[in-house]
């Protein structure tokens, strides 16, 4: 209740706030249009969509599409301006730091901190031609997310679609999807491979599923087939892996559904009375309507892949940091890694943005 | 069904030249595998936490009879009172309590603000700026833990904080820093929420604030009367993760509070094999250890304990966001 309150009286607040402002704009826009009456900056919009219809755009309607635009940039940096104040203050200089270090040999001094001495790019020259893990770490990490992330995406997807249907019993069904999330977060992980039963456990049901299982036997039996082997081989691998799959699509499904919710229900109806197929409506409504939420869970799936904190990448640069305190030499590591997510992140979303169809 | 219904159905049947009946049984098939299929899939979830409960539910002496495989013979919530009391948990579970609730409305909060900015406005650097938006996506916590902690320590925004008290400020464990953090987007997973909000208003079609304009409706009204009721799910999934998120860290929270004046949940936790040697050790002298069966069994509860209110919150929010669209017919 109370935080109800709070939240109105931001509104108000808020509100206010914009009423000085158009205060102001008016103000502007008055002394702009020399003495001629405008009641509020809307009229103006009014106006100007007048003229453009009329396709005579005089200097004075110039001016004041560009006021327009003008004030829509002030509005535009004021709803992101915390973020551009909160990355100056609290990441710029972290970041800088942690860049910093990649260059630099660094010493932690008990009590005032780190001191850095510039090396001449040692911590990289170490990590790509000492540490014999890092370059094939990584490679096996870009492998593994070829194949994890098209089966998360496609299983998170399908898996949403599912429970955005009616049934009984789908409150409960969809809690317990949503366990993944939890299970797959923070100190949850963590727990669990220290938790030497539960390892054991799972190794137990793995290695029994994967002596006498029907994936085994399938995999044999379509493997020996001469075409399309690859393709056979991937399946077999995602099926191998549904546990992890399942465990790592938990946000991926929550953010499907959610997407699914936004979609008009009237829009499917409409379509139903057209005489639309459910499948023809999944394709034209469902699909072009969801494309953004994919976009965003490709990102999402991406970069929760590469940062996940039980990849042996990820050990590496904690035994580094924890047990060798070569801070430079962590910090090169993880940039290295970082730029190639943000390479491979940049491609994928190069691909996939093109094709996202919003609705403006 | 009854006899009159069904003679019913037939006749219908023949009439339609048994597309009825096919679109029944086809139903039915179709009804049949979903509920295979998620029942799987909801067994494979469920099963290493059935098999964690069962841990849990047992007392002292069924830990070691190789006899019981799952289900116990005596049941016990010994486990759990332990677990309860060597995570301190009554007091953890308010404090994190307070921390993930606020944590999670200022993130929804600013990611809101923030991404509708990015989404609907076009203003100098836009792309630049929400370059910087996916990067702190993609940073690996792993970069940032040892600047941010070292930077928290001695705080003075570019010598601002150091020209008015002539030293900087020191704020390890202060919880100020974390919260101003998430008001700025740039906490924890910010950054996704951000760009998961700017993809769901980029969707929303532009008529409506365009409508809103027209009749006289002022920028922030618009947008917190027409646009953002049909953006109610979004932001309930945000605060959900937000919440469980903040629930659950360790790292990011360790950055902030690492001494034991806050002690959060996730910490004790995650300490809790230490506490139980501690506990052993004060029992029995420093050379006794914890029996690993047991150490594993009081985790198993602390895990449980950890994940009951989360479950609770997923249930009011679900509701929260199946229902919005309903309250909220402003779209098409």
């Known amino acids: 209740m109370d935080d109800k309150n709070l939240e109105e009286l931001k509104d108000m607040e808020a509100e206010m706030v914009t009423v000085e402002e158009s205060a102001e704009e008016i103000a502007a826009a008055e002394a702009s249009a020399e003495g ?3 009641t509020d900056v809307f009229a103006q919009a009014r106006e100007d969509a007048a003229a453009s219809l009329a396709s005579a755009p005089g200097p004075k309607s110039k001016k004041r599409h560009k006021d327009l635009a003008h004030g829509n940039a002030i509005a535009g940096l004021l709803f992101v301006a915390p973020f551009i104040i909160g990355f100056l203050l609290f990441l710029l200089y972290p970041l800088g730091l942690s860049f910093a270090m990649t260059f630099c040999k660094v010493d932690a001094i008990p009590g005032s901190g780190l001191r850095l001495t510039w090396n001449n790019f040692d911590n990289y020259n170490k990590i790509f031609r000492v540490e014999p893990e890092f370059t094939q770490y990584l490679w096996d990490e870009v492998k ?3 194949l994890f992330v098209p089966g998360i995406l496609v299983f998170s997807f399908f898996m949403a679609i ?9 409150a409960m069904v969809r809690a317990i999807y949503f366990l993944p999330v939890i299970l797959s977060a923070g100190i949850f992980v963590g727990l669990e491979s220290n938790n030497a039963l539960l390892a054991s456990v799972k190794d137990a049901a793995k290695n029994e599923s994967s002596l006498s299982s029907i994936t085994t036997t399938l995999e044999n039996i379509l493997l020996t087939g001469e075409t399309g082997n690859k393709f056979f081989q991937y399946v077999i691998d995602i099926v191998g892996q549904v546990y992890d799959i399942a465990m790592a699509s938990g946000i991926q499904i929550i953010i499907f559904l959610s997407g699914l919710q936004t979609i008009p229900p009237s829009m499917f109806e409409a379509a139903k009375i057209e005489g639309c197929t459910s499948w023809e409506s999944f394709w034209k409504i469902t699909f072009p309507l969801i494309g953004s939420m994919i976009l965003v869970n490709v990102v999402y799936t991406l970069v929760d892949f590469f940062t996940r904190t039980d990849s042996q990448l990820m050990t590496l640069f904690d035994q580094t940091l924890l047990q060798r305190f070569e801070y430079g030499k962590v910090a090169a590591m993880s940039w290295v890694y970082f730029m190639i997510i943000a390479v491979i992140l940049g491609i994928v979303m190069l691909i996939f943005s093109r094709r996202v169809y919003y609705y403006d | 069904m009854t006899k009159a219904e069904r003679e019913n159905f037939w006749e219908r ?8 009946l096919r679109k029944r049984v086809r139903g039915f098939l179709f009804r049949f595998a979903r509920a295979v299929l998620l029942f799987g899939l909801c067994f494979l979830i469920l099963q290493p936490l059935l098999n964690k409960l069962a841990i849990t539910l047992r007392s002292d002496a069924d830990l070691y009879d190789p006899t019981i495989i799952t289900i116990p013979r005596h049941f016990s919530v010994e486990s759990y009172k332990f677990a309860w009391k060597i995570m301190s948990a009554s007091t953890a579970m308010i404090s ?13 909060l600013s990611s809101t603000l923030i991404g509708y900015g990015f989404a609907r406005y076009k203003f100098p650097f836009k792309r630049l700026l929400f370059g910087f938006v996916v990067l702190t996506i993609i940073v690996p916590p792993a970069t940032l833990v040892t600047p941010l902690y070292l930077y928290v320590q001695r705080i003075d925004f570019f010598g601002i904080i150091k020209a008015i008290r002539g030293e900087a ?25 951000i760009y998961l909000l700017r993809q769901h208003f980029r969707n ?26 049909g953006a109610v799910p979004i932001m309930v999934s945000v605060g959900l993760f937000a919440f469980v998120w903040q629930w659950t860290d360790k790292t990011y929270s360790m950055v902030f509070f690492p001494n034991t004046s806050w002690t959060l949940l996730s910490h004790s936790l995650y300490n809790i094999a230490g506490s139980i040697e501690g506990y052993y050790r004060g029992l029995y002298g420093d050379a006794a250890k914890a029996p690993q069966a047991f150490t594993n069994q009081i985790t198993a509860a602390g895990v449980m304990i950890a994940l009951v209110p989360l479950l609770i919150i997923y249930v009011i929010a679900q509701k929260n966001f199946v229902e919005s669209i309903s309250q909220s017919g402003i779209k098409a």
Not at chain 1, 162 to 170: A, S
């Open chain 2, 13 to 20: 049947n023949r009439k339609s030249g048994g597309y009825l």
């Open chain 1, 162 to 170: 599912l429970l955005n249907q009616e049934f009984k019993g789908r």
């Open chain 1, 144 to 146: 593994r997310m070829a």
């Open chain 2, 96 to 108: 994190s309590m307070k921390l993930a609730i606020a944590v999670s409305l200022c993130q929804v």
């Open chain 2, 169 to 193: 400020l020191n704020l390890h464990g202060s919880w100020v820093p974390y919260i101003l953090m998430c008001l700025t987007g740039t906490a924890y997973k910010s950054g996704l929420y």
């Open chain 1, 36 to 38: 001629e009456v405008v």
């Open chain 2, 204 to 229: 929303e079609p532009k008529e409506l604030e365009e409508a809103a304009y027209v009749d006289g409706c002022g920028r922030l009204r618009t947008f917190f009367q027409i646009l953002l009721p």
